[in-house]
C-alpha cells in the first residue's frame, strides 16, 4: 500500500505565524486524514478529505486535497504554541480501510 | 466514552519473554488496528479486523507476533518471544468503516514496549 509523504519534515514558527506542511501520496484513495502527535502522546485525529473534495476547514485548519496531483496541504493559520506536535498525513485506498501514514512533520511553534 | 483504552502503558520485559498487549476499542466501531511506531520505521500498520475476524496481517513482521479479537470488545498482540528490536510503541486504534462516515480513527495512549 502506498504511505503519504509530508514534505517538509520539520518546521519551526513563531506564534501567530500560518504553519504549512504538503503531503504526496502515489494511488487512488478513498480519504486522506491528518493526525497531531504530541510527544509521547497517541495519535489524535484533526480532520478527514475525501477524494470527491477539494477544500476542507476546522477551526483554524484548512485542508486541500489534489487528486490530480496526488498531494494535500495542510494550513494551520495562526499557530500557538500549543500547536507543537508532529503531524502525518495518512491515505486509505478505495477497496479498504487500511490507513497507511507518512513520516512525518514536526512542528515547534516558538512563544 | 472513554476512548480507546490500552493496557499497559509501559512494559519492560527480558528479551526471550513472552509480550500481551492489550486493546479494549470503541463501543460500536467495527474495525480495529494495530501499529507500531519506531523512529526509524514510523507507523506501520501490523494487522486489522473488521468485525473481529482477522482481514490483512501482511504488517505482521514474523511469526513470533501474533493478534487476536475474541469479541468486539477486546483485541490482543502477542509476541514471543520477544527480541530487543521489537522495542517500540505500540498503538492500536479503532474506527467505523469509511462508508458509513469515515470519522477518521481513534487512538489509543499506545504502549511502549522496551525489551533488554
Known amino acids: 500500500s502506498q504511505q503519504g509523504e509530508e514534505d517538509p519534515q520539520a518546521l519551526s514558527i513563531q506564534e501567530g505565524e500560518n504553519a504549512t506542511m504538503n503531503c504526496s501520496y502515489k494511488?487512488?484513495?478513498?480519504?486522506l486524514q491528518w493526525y497531531r502527535q504530541n510527544s509521547g502522546r497517541g495519535l489524535v485525529h484533526l480532520i478527514l478529505?475525501?477524494?470527491?473534495?477539494r477544500e476542507k476547514h476546522s477551526g483554524r485548519l484548512r485542508v486541500t486535497l489534489d487528486t490530480s496531483k496526488k498531494s494535500s496541504s495542510l494550513l494551520i493559520t495562526a499557530s500557538r504554541a500549543a500547536d507543537t506536535a508532529s503531524y502525518f498525513c495518512a491515505t486509505v485506498d478505495y477497496g479498504n480501510n487500511r490507513l497507511a501514514f507518512g513520516k512525518g512533520n514536526q512542528v515547534v511553534v516558538i512563544p | 466514552d472513554a476512548g480507546v483504552i490500552q493496557s499497559p502503558r509501559h512494559e519492560v520485559t527480558e528479551m526471550g519473554q513472552e509480550v500481551t498487549l492489550r486493546c479494549k476499542p470503541i463501543s460500536g466501531h467495527d474495525y480495529l488496528f494495530w501499529y507500531r511506531q519506531t523512529m526509524m520505521r514510523g507507523l506501520e500498520l501490523l494487522i486489522y479486523f473488521n468485525n473481529n475476524v482477522p482481514i490483512d496481517d501482511s504488517g505482521m513482521p514474523e511469526d513470533r507476533f501474533s493478534a487476536k479479537m475474541p469479541n468486539a470488545s477486546f483485541s490482543t498482540l502477542k509476541i514471543q518471544p520477544s527480541e530487543p528490536r521489537d522495542s517500540a510503541v505500540y498503538f492500536c486504534?479503532?474506527?467505523?468503516?469509511?462508508?458509513?462516515?469515515?470519522?477518521?480513527?481513534?487512538f489509543g495512549s499506545g504502549t511502549r514496549l522496551t525489551v533488554v
Open positions: 486504534a479503532s474506527s467505523f468503516s469509511t462508508d458509513r462516515g469515515g470519522y477518521g480513527y481513534t
Open positions: 494511488t487512488s484513495i478513498n480519504n
Open positions: 478529505i475525501r477524494s470527491n473534495e
